[in-house]
């Protein structure tokens, strides 16, 4: 596996719609960019180089984001960005890997599966990652996409592989809890 750089970026969200938001709202992403494994050429086995570099990756990232939040972890999910000369099926057979997304898991203390998205793009593409909380995936508080965009990345034959975590839900979250609305009809 070639690495080219590594990504790490957290935000901080203080106000929301001129509110204070208590806790402070954390979102951590920590990525790797790499080589694209598979030349631009219709491969049929995917599984087998993701299964043998999945565990590596998910070790360069996953730990990373956790330490990044510097919270508890509440939310979490990933992403892949593939350069054009790949296939979202490149990306998908990296991050949905369970020798990479266990290492995110286990980091994160969480026991749901990690929501997740890919797709091609350009340099500069933005990539939209969905959270969900990492024990319960109905809890609608934590229901978020984030969005990362790295300004050379990804470039045509290379592949972004994202982690990002949240210390809590939505800021300023405040929809019912799910199927709380179908008791009170």
């Not at 960019?33 to 030349?39: A, D, H, Q, S, W």
């Not at 219709?42 to 360069?60: F, P, W």
């Amino acid at each position: 596996m070639r690495v080219r750089k590594l990504i790490r970026h957290l935000e901080e969200t203080r106000l929301e719609n001129g509110r204070a938001v208590q806790p402070v709202h954390r979102v951590a992403f920590a990525g790797v960019v790499i080589e694209n494994p598979y030349p631009s050429e219709y491969v049929q086995d995917l599984v087998t180089l993701a299964d043998e570099i999945g565990q590596e990756i998910g070790e360069l990232v996953g730990p990373a984001c956790v330490e990044l939040l510097g919270a508890e972890v509440e939310a979490f999910g990933k992403a892949a960005l593939v350069g054009i000369d790949g296939e979202v099926e490149h990306g998908s057979a990296l991050i949905h890997n369970l020798r990479f997304g266990n290492v995110f898991r286990t980091a994160a203390g969480g026991t749901e599966l990690l929501p997740a998205a890919e797709k091609v793009g350009v340099p500069g593409s933005p990539i939209d990652i969905p959270l969900k909380h990492k024990l319960d995936s109905k809890t609608r508080s934590h229901h978020q996409t984030v969005t990362l965009q790295v300004a050379d990345v990804p470039r045509p034959r290379e592949i972004l592989v994202v982690c990002a975590a949240s210390n809590t839900g939505r800021p300023l979250a405040r929809l019912a809890a799910f199927g709380a609305e179908l008791k009170s009809n």
